[in-house]
């Protein structure tokens, strides 16, 4: 069997602030209250999943909510514990935690740092900007208990990037974003766009907090930030994702990518989805606990799924960024599949005008790099220097998990 992302909604919707712009405000039931994983549906699942990738030796898991933390440390130790006593050996297993590190402390970043978790930290600039939209039931604003988090994590060395959304608060902040995230000394941030939907209503017509002209001027202006001559001191995910793009490799952002099959979502209940935009009994593939998870992944409901970004807007035919692209998320698209073009399409379009030729200088760049590595057949070991040529060590560079191949532009 292939690997297998699994993106598990930990808590379902249930969190300790209430940010106007979260699509994950409401769970199936219409309300937020408390969810957790049962015991016995984890154990289930995770022996099932393991078996599954078996073949793969690649187990992938990221834990989201809502905010995952609420389910607490001993569950997460369950996790790790269930993880060793069913994964084939040989198998590398993955862990990723997105939260918004309110919660965060030394128990939590010692727990992190020892089973190797990978922490996204949803952060949405400088105190003052952050504090306009990311608060508690309160109305209270979260940023010092967020920094607090992000310095636990740095205690105890935990490797984390960060999530930064995109909405009226910050869309023309560009410079003061980077310049505060530099400052920090982030080294991984990813932005998306702020959303005015719910996952619950897949079927809905999309909307969203800022226009396209406002996001394709913050793209732009990103990427001018981001540049710094060629060679960029901070990694973006949407840049890094383009440039794969560029080399012909498999994109690891799904908004790039051929088919929307990045994995599956599977909620606290057991209900297993193939994306957490499209969280509805339509596209419901099934439950763990009622079905064997091998059926569920068997079944036609996924293919059809993975299948709908092929089916492009007429406008795309003979785009002349189409290759980039690839439709962006039909979840953006008015009517969830063909038809129109997605909604930030003229974002994507003037990013790529405004910098094709400063990407292509960089992929010029990693491929003479990439070239050298393999023609010398040279390998290494995490900490030993990377052979491509960067002079970093190989797990910052070309082995680093979070971005793939994004430090070979690197001098």
Known sequence: MPALPVLFKTVSSDCNLDCAYCYYRESLEGTRVRRRIEERLLDDFMRQYMKYVAD????SLSWQGGEPTLAGIEFFERVVALEARYAAPGTTISNALQTNAVL?????????????????????????VHDEVRRD?????SFRRVMAGIDALRRHEVDFNIL???????????????????????????????????????????????????????????????????????SVRTFDAILQ?????????????????????VEYNGDVYPCDFYVSER???????????????????????????????PQCEGCDWRGLCRGGCPRNRPDGAS??????????????????????????????????ARATGITAGRNERCPCGSGRKYKSCCGDPRSGQSYLFRS
Not at 190 to 209: C, H, N, R
Not at 288 to 301: N, R, S, T
Not at 348 to 368: S, W
């Open 56 to 59: 793969a030796h690649v187990a």
């Open 104 to 128: 965060l402390d030394d128990r939590w970043g010692e727990f992190l740092h020892r089973y190797s978790f990978l922490v996204g930290v949803s952060l949405d600039g400088p105190g003052a």
């Open 137 to 141: 039931r309160g109305g209270h604003g």
């Open 164 to 234: 930064c959304v995109v909405g009226p608060h910050n869309v023309g902040r560009v410079r003061e974003l980077m310049s505060f995230f530099r400052g920090e000394g982030f080294s991984h941030v990813q932005f998306i766009p702020a959303m005015d939907f719910q996952s619950v209503e897949p079927d809905l017509p999309p909307a969203y907090l800022i226009a396209a002209e406002e996001y394709g001027e913050f793209l732009v202006d990103l990427f001018d930030e981001w540049y710094e001559g060629g060679f960029p001191s901070i």
């Open 245 to 265: 793009s560029y080399l012909g490799m498999p994109n690891d952002l799904c908004v790039y990518g051929e088919r929307c099959n990045a994995g599956v979502v």
């Open 283 to 313: 596209w419901r593939l099934g439950n763990v606990v009622e079905e064997p998870l091998e059926a569920i992944l068997a079944g036609p409901d996924l293919p059809a799924f993975a299948a709908r970004k092929l089916s492009l807007p």
């Open 339 to 372: 038809g129109e073009p997605e909604y930030f399409c003229e974002s994507h379009r003037r990013l790529f005008a405004h910098a094709d030729e400063r990407f292509r200088a960089i992929v010029a760049r990693m491929e003479r790099r990439l070239a050298t």
